[in-house]
C-alpha cells in the first residue's frame, strides 16, 4: 500500500510538527502559503509524487536531486526564479513535470537530461529562449510552453519524436524552424497569438495531426496545403 500524506489547502506557513515517516511515497502539499520547506523532505528516498504548487516558494534545494524514485513533481504557481540543476539527475522522473506560472527567465538545461519525461509543462513564464540541444526529452508526448516571452524555438525540436501536443501560444514567434515537420506523431500544434505571417512548407507532412490552432497572429498567410489539411478532418483554427 502506497504512504500517502496529503495536506492541501491547510494554511500551512511551515511543516513545524508535521511528521514526514522514511516510507513516504505520496506526499501533497499543494494549497498553502508555504516560503520553504524542511530539508529532511529531500531525505525521502522512496518518494514518487511531490506536489508544491500553488505555494509561496522562491528556491528549491539542489538537494531535491536526492529523489531518485520521483515520477511526478509539481512546482507550479510558485515565485521561482530559477529551478536547481540537480532536477536533471532525477531518472525516475517519467510521467510529469510542472513548472508553470513562475518567474523564470531560463529553461533550465538541466532539464534535458530528463530522457524518459512524458509531460512538461513551462507555461507562463518569462522564458524568452531555449537550449539549442532539446533532444534529450526524447520520450516528451506533450510539451507546453505558452505564456512566454519565446521569439524562436531551436530546431532541435523536430527530434522530439515522440511528441503529440506541442502547445506555443502568446509568445513572440516570426517563423518557425522547419524540423517541426518530422513530428511524425503530432496531434495537436497551438499557435496562437504569435506573431507568424507564414509556415514552414514541412509542417504539411504531418500527417496526424487533428487540431492546428492559428489564431491571433496579424498579418498570416495562409499556404494553399491547409486545405488538404481539412479535407482529412484536421481542425484547423484561423
Avoid at 124 to 135: A, C, G
Amino acid at each position: 500500500m502506497t504512504t500517502r500524506l496529503e495536506l492541501s489547502g491547510q494554511g500551512l506557513t511551515s511543516l513545524s510538527g508535521v511528521d514526514l515517516p522514511p516510507s513516504l511515497e505520496y506526499l501533497d502539499l499543494y494549497d498553502n502559503q508555504l516560503t520553504s520547506v524542511p530539508g529532511e523532505l529531500w531525505s525521502l528516498s522512496g518518494l514518487r509524487v511531490l506536489n508544491l504548487a500553488t505555494n509561496r516558494l522562491t528556491s528549491v534545494s539542489p538537494s531535491i536531486g536526492a529523489l531518485r524514485q520521483l515520477h511526478t513533481l509539481d512546482l507550479g504557481h510558485n515565485e521561482l526564479t530559477t529551478l536547481p540543476d540537480e532536477l536533471g539527475e532525477l531518472s525516475g522522473l517519467t510521467e510529469y513535470l510542472y513548472v508553470s506560472d513562475n518567474r523564470l527567465t531560463e529553461f533550465p538545461a538541466a532539464l534535458c537530461s530528463l530522457g524518459r519525461l512524458k509531460y512538461l509543462g513551462c507555461t507562463d513564464n518569462r522564458i524568452s529562449t531555449l537550449p539549442e540541444d532539446l533532444s534529450g526529452l526524447a520520450s516528451l508526448r506533450e510539451f507546453r510552453l505558452y505564456g512566454n516571452g519565446l521569439t524562436s524555438v531551436p530546431e532541435s525540436l523536430g527530434t522530439l519524436s515522440s511528441l503529440r501536443e506541442l502547445h506555443l501560444r502568446k509568445n513572440r514567434l516570426t517563423s518557425l524552424p522547419s524540423s517541426l515537420g518530422e513530428l511524425s506523431e503530432l496531434r495537436q500544434l497551438d499557435l496562437r497569438e504569435n506573431l507568424l505571417t507564414s509556415l514552414p512548407g514541412s509542417i504539411a507532412q504531418l500527417s496526424k495531426l487533428d487540431k492546428l490552432d492559428l489564431r491571433w497572429n496579424k498579418g498570416f498567410r495562409e499556404p494553399s496545403w491547409l486545405a488538404d489539411f481539412e479535407a482529412r478532418g484536421c481542425m484547423v483554427l484561423r
